[in-house]
């Protein structure tokens, strides 16, 4: 039988991409998140991370064990789920990025809300940008997106993705020498600064095709073939894809999804919502749903 805990720890790692970013999201030091995997290894009788100085890789095998650890983990949850029961109350704003709109995040506010009935739960969606500007006037009490540029110290790193360029399933780029039709968000979008920053960088010429102010809006100029769409990869909306790395696409880096609390707000209803989010972070990744279309 699979340790839970070891289970969280070897999630962490594959979803924060090393050992002592992991050992911050969950708040532990790193030499016992290292031991957890060792000994979740040692159970399997399997490697699941190559590691060097550098990086931390999964194997083929590693892989394979994502989808076990997060089923076991799940069935986990809702057995606490089941038999749980708490006293708290009180608010909570919650912000949460588009890019968690076709996520399984509102079956983790589901169950949040089930566990704690007297909790009121207010949630507003919008772009990372804009929820931390209201995080920061104190009209939320927590929020779920992307960093900010030079916000690595901000919040708690719930994983690290690569940003990609995704597009319809046919969709073909123009030569390289043609402006690179961007679907993009409205300013003061993270993602957007960061695709048109890479193409200045690589002098790669760029138009804005479509600008939308929601993840549906984004998803339907792609589908209708008008451009490609800076996205994080694991998150990617149903009818898109990645496109291949190509001369003329500029490398777009990664960015990390974290979760950040108010100054005075890391307590009570929005200390629970945080905890749970977190405990269920490896579901935010899984998206049958959009598979589906």
Known sequence: MFDPVQLRSFLAVAQTGGFTRAAQRLGLRQSTVSQHVRRLEEAAGRRFFLRDTHSVQLTGEGEEMLGFARTILEAHEQALDHFARTQVRGRVRFGASEDFVHTELPQILRGFRRRNPQVDLELTVGLSAVLYEQLADGRLDLVLGKRPPGGEAQGQLVWQDRLVWAAAEDFRLDHPAEPLPLIVYPPPSITRARALAACERDG??????????????????????????????????????????????????????????????????????????????????????????
């Open 204 to 293: 790669r010429p760029w138009r804005i095709a479509c600008t939308s102010t929601s993840l549906s809006g984004v998803r339907a100029a792609a589908l209708a073939g008008l451009g490609v769409v800076p996205h994080a990869r694991s998150l990617i909306p149903s009818g898109l894809r990645p496109l291949p790395d190509q001369p003329g696409l500029p490398d777009l880096g990664t960015t990390d999804f974290a979760l950040t609390t108010g100054r005075t707000t890391a307590r009570g209803a929005a200390r629970a919502l945080a905890q749970a989010v977190l405990a269920d972070a490896f579901r935010l990744q899984r998206a049958p749903e959009r598979a589906q279309g």
